[in-house]
């Protein structure tokens, strides 16, 4: 079971590039790295996944170097309402309950 | 329209009364779960149901009964509440059991036992 390390919080301004970094050390061959964002009051939604290197969507980059022990979850040019907590989870591609457990997360600040 | 529903979105009961919860999805989902997320903010999977059947049954104690009488809809049944039940529940569904699939949740239900 790969279990991951992120900051707890985090402060940002607005309009600028937020980078939030997860720690998975005992990520397997077959784990895919996801992230959610979750607003007060609602529940967690799904922003990116990938394997490895870097996927881009409209919303957010993952970044994932070659030995897959981290990751990178980048928000271009952030506005106050990215204010949220974001989850990083590493899932096994075959399913079942490892990777399901969210942490903490990383509650993200933005200011004005 | 709403893609994963729950209801009531608040709860408040006294110890050892019997609640239950609604979820219900529209997506056409094959998969439905139900998540407990406590006053720190750890969320964690209990139960997991694929086409009705069972999938996913974490250590939870046995005063808590998930029902699904289709695959579009999966309750949750809660007996001799306690103190520490007191938490949002939130439902969630995606289209199968593959890990990579994408989870939709549900708006959650806080539940608060007195």
């Known amino acids: 079971l790969a279990k991951t390390t992120q900051p707890i919080s985090m402060d940002s301004y607005e309009g600028q590039e937020v980078n939030i970094t997860c720690s998975h050390n005992?990520?397997?061959?077959?784990?895919?790295i996801t992230w959610y964002q979750q607003f007060p009051s609602q529940g967690p939604r799904f922003i990116i996944q990938?394997?490895?290197t870097k996927v881009t969507n409209e919303v957010a980059s993952l970044f994932i170097p070659a030995d897959r022990k981290s990751s990178t979850l980048s928000l271009p040019r952030v506005s106050l309402s990215d204010t949220a907590v974001y989850y990083c989870?590493?899932?096994?591609?075959?399913?079942?309950?490892?990777?399901?457990?969210f942490g903490k997360g990383t509650h993200l600040i933005i200011q004005p | 329209d709403t893609a994963v529903s729950q209801t009531p979105k608040y709860l408040v009961t006294q110890m050892g009364n019997d609640k239950s919860i609604k979820c219900e999805q529209n997506l056409g989902h094959d998969t439905m779960y139900w998540y407990k997320q406590d006053s720190k903010k750890f969320l964690k999977i209990m139960f997991s149901y694929n086409n009705k059947e069972l999938i996913i049954n974490e250590t939870v104690p046995n005063r808590f009964s998930p029902k699904s009488p289709d695959k579009a809809h999966l309750n949750l049944h809660i007996n001799s509440l306690e103190l520490g039940d007191s938490a949002v529940y939130f439902c969630?569904?995606?289209?199968?059991?593959?890990?990579?699939?994408?989870?939709?949740f549900g708006p959650g239900t806080r539940l608060t036992v007195l």
């Open positions: 969630a569904s995606s289209p199968g059991t593959e890990g990579t699939d994408t989870q939709y």
């Open positions: 989870l590493v899932v096994y591609s075959g399913g079942g309950a490892d990777g399901l457990t």
């Open positions: 005992n990520i397997a061959t077959n784990d895919y």
């Open positions: 990938g394997y490895k």
